[in-house]
């Protein structure tokens, strides 16, 4: 019961990566808001989790609901100890070399909105509760945001934009509000559909399942799936073991940069 009356948001909590953060928050004592564009995907959830969960359905890239969502969030449980940008799109078929320029352009804004904007919108709605806790916030960035490899310039870009938010954010926040990250590999299980569309531009990647693949790829030579992954957010959050931490981002990938994510 490391987070026993801590309060959390998490953004994307609906599926994958974020949705076992949300559970693995509830295992360790949180109650926990889960801010999602799917409502669906957040029912699923609250079947399982019940009234230690509660869903606001809506759109990381707009002000108000992002407002809506932490205001659900301090309504429900009084009070916000950690929010944790997590949402997050990829589109590899949008090659750099292939996509012509509008379909580029229009990709580029969407994939920004998303993966950069939504984190920021989420921060500064959430960043007025966190002061009152002394609270933390804690990023999603991906190994993409230090080793070029199999998410493209659009995605890898954005993952870079993450780590120097993060950093900023830190440094701005401080000493009131903590700010950290974490950096996944590819998570076993995904859906990573058009992986092998950059191979075109000269990174080989295989047609084998991403479990597969993540074996022959990782230093630790096996795929890890979301709930391995958890782990670390709890760390960050959890005010004891993380009391020094701000401005960090993990390297929590199973060693890929350590070979090299392109080459199996
Ligand atoms: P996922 O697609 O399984 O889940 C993302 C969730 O975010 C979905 O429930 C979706 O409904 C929600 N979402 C998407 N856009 C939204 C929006 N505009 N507003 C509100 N909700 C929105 O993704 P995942 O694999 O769990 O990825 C989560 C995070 O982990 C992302 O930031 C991703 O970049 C990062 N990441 C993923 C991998 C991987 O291999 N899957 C690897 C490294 C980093």
């Not at 949705?19 to 693995?24: G, H």
């Not at 449980?77 to 090659?95: E, H, M, P, R």
């Not at 998303?114 to 966190?130: M, Q, R, S, T, W």
Request: hydrophobic residues 40%; glycine residues 14%.
């Amino acid at each position: 019961m490391q987070l026993k009356d801590q309060v959390a948001l998490v953004t994307g909590g609906g599926s994958g990566l974020g949705r076992a953060i949300v559970e693995r928050f509830v295992q360790e004592g949180a109650r926990v808001a889960i801010f999602d564009r799917s409502q669906e995907r957040i029912d699923e959830v609250r079947k399982v989790l019940g009234d230690k969960v509660i869903g606001v359905a809506g759109d990381v890239r707009e002000m108000a609901d992002n407002k809506r969502a932490v205001s659900e969030c301090v309504k429900a449980f009084g009070q916000l100890d950690t929010f944790i940008g997590n949402a997050g799109v990829w589109d590899y078929s949008k090659s750099m070399v292939t996509t012509e320029e509008d379909a580029l352009s229009a990709a580029f804004d969407e994939m920004f909105a998303i993966n950069v904007k939504g984190y920021v919108l989420g921060a500064k709605a959430a960043l007025p509760e966190l002061y009152k806790t002394k609270g933390h916030m804690i990023f999603t960035a991906s190994n993409a945001a230090f080793y070029p490899g199999g998410g493209g310039v659009l995605y890898t870009a954005t993952k870079h934009a993450v780590v120097g938010m993060i950093k900023q954010m830190a440094h701005e926040f401080a000493p009131h509000v903590r700010v950290n990250g974490v950096a996944p590999g590819g998570i076993g299980g995904s859906n990573l559909a058009g992986l092998n569309s950059l191979s075109q531009q000269g990174a080989k990647f295989s047609d084998l399942p991403l479990d597969d693949l993540m074996k022959q790829m990782l230093p630790l030579e096996r795929a890890f799936h979301a709930p391995e992954y958890a782990g670390a957010y709890v760390f960050f959050a959890n005010r004891r073991d993380n009391a020094p931490g701000t401005g960090g981002v993990l390297n929590f990938d199973g060693g890929i940069g350590m070979r090299g994510f392109a080459s199996p």
